[in-house]
């Protein structure tokens, strides 16, 4: 894919509360990759994404050890090795050689990002949130990688994505534009 580097990315470059796939590294250089359901953008300026992690995750372990991760926004042509990369660990497995998918060295963090994936965003760890189960991790955007045929001038060419959503155990593609901001009709 030819891939734009885009130095100061913004919260329109993660688009609607897609299933995301985390990139993370061992410090063996075993990349690896764990799907997620629960991630947010939690601040515009800076770009901080969050996103919740099991406490005894693989690649939670490997996240803490370089203090960043990757965050790869699958498109519905990726759902089988997203929903792959949610059932097995890389404790047991190569996921990126089962399947057959490219690790990308990033600009500016350790952990390799995916090439297969259409968005790639480039997260440092700034803060930790202990909750429970899970801890909310939030990591600030440094860099961001947009495949050119979605791209819209800075923005994302909503139109042309195909982002996948996770709702209780199923999969969902999204929808149509429905209207723009404050465009909406009463009902
Ligand atoms: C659709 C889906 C969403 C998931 N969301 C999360 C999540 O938000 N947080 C989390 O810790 N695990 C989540 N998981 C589970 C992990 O992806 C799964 O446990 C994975 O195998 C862990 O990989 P690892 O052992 O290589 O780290 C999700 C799994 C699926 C299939």
Redesign the pocket.
Same mark, same amino acid.
């Given at each position: 894919m030819a891939k734009v580097l885009i130095d100061r990315p913004n919260n329109g470059h993660f688009y609607p509360w897609p &299933?995301v796939l985390v990139s993370?590294v061992s410090e063996e250089g075993v990349p690896? $990759? $764990?799907?997620?359901?629960? /991630?947010s953008v939690c601040s515009a300026h800076p770009l901080i994404i969050g *996103?919740?992690?099991? $406490?005894r995750?693989?690649?939670?372990? &490997?996240m803490k050890a370089t203090g960043d991760f990757g965050v790869n926004i699958p498109h519905t042509d990726q759902l089988f090795g997203?929903?792959y990369?949610? @059932? *097995? /660990? @890389?404790?047991?497995t190569d996921?990126f050689a089962d399947l057959e998918w490219t690790a990308t060295p990033a600009a500016k963090i350790t952990s390799p990002l995916i090439e297969q994936c259409p968005v790639s965003l480039e997260c440092k760890i700034v803060e930790i949130a202990h909750l429970g189960s899970?801890d909310w991790v939030m990591g600030e955007a440094v860099a961001a990688h947009v495949d050119e045929s979605i791209l819209d001038g800075d923005g994302i060419a909503y139109d042309r994505t195909d982002p996948v959503w /996770?709702f209780f @155990?199923e999969?969902w593609s999204v929808g149509e534009k429905l209207c723009d901001w404050h465009g909406a009709e009463p009902n």
């Open positions: &299933l993370c690896n $990759i $764990i799907t997620i359901g629960a /991630s *996103v919740a992690m099991g $406490i995750q693989y690649s939670y372990e &490997l997203a929903d990369c949610g @059932g *097995v /660990s @890389g404790r047991r996921k899970h /996770s @155990g999969y």
